[in-house]
């Protein structure tokens, strides 16, 4: 059974910076290698909105206009890990970020296959 767990939340001022990382369980090396990694983020009343892909290999990324030039999206694949570094946080940034494992670089949640339970993260003004 593949599971996808979060860490690395918290709460941060804006302007700070925080680190998130996605550990997957259930997976060899190599199936884990063979699926693009996302994050996703959900704040209150809102729907899940795409924030970052990276593609199998680690060397293809896209990011959402909202995050891009702030947020880098990262892979270990000898490690089953993923981060997710985010800097000059805004109060806006604030949700639950999910961790998803899936293909085709989608950016819509339909297009994952599997999900994290999700981290926190709260910026404040």
């Known amino acids: 059974q593949v599971q996808l767990v979060e860490s690395g939340g918290g709460r941060v001022q804006a302007g700070g910076s925080l680190r998130l990382s996605c550990l997957v369980f259930?997976?060899?090396?190599?199936?884990?290698?063979?699926?693009?990694m996302a994050w996703f983020r959900q704040a209150p009343g809102k729907e899940r909105e795409f924030v970052a892909v990276?593609?199998?290999?680690?060397?293809?990324?896209r990011y959402a206009d909202s995050v891009k030039g702030r947020f880098i999206i990262s892979r270990d694949n000898g490690k089953n890990l993923v981060t997710l570094q985010m800097n000059s946080l805004k109060p806006e940034d604030t949700a639950v970020y999910y961790c998803?494992?899936?293909?085709?670089?989608?950016?819509?949640?339909?297009?994952?296959?599997?999900w994290g339970r999700g981290t926190q993260v709260t910026v404040s003004s």
């Open positions: 990276i593609d199998w290999t680690g060397g293809g990324t």
């Open positions: 998803a494992s899936g293909t085709l670089m989608g950016v819509t949640p339909q297009q994952y296959t599997y």
């Open positions: 259930g997976q060899t090396f190599k199936d884990f290698g063979s699926y693009d």
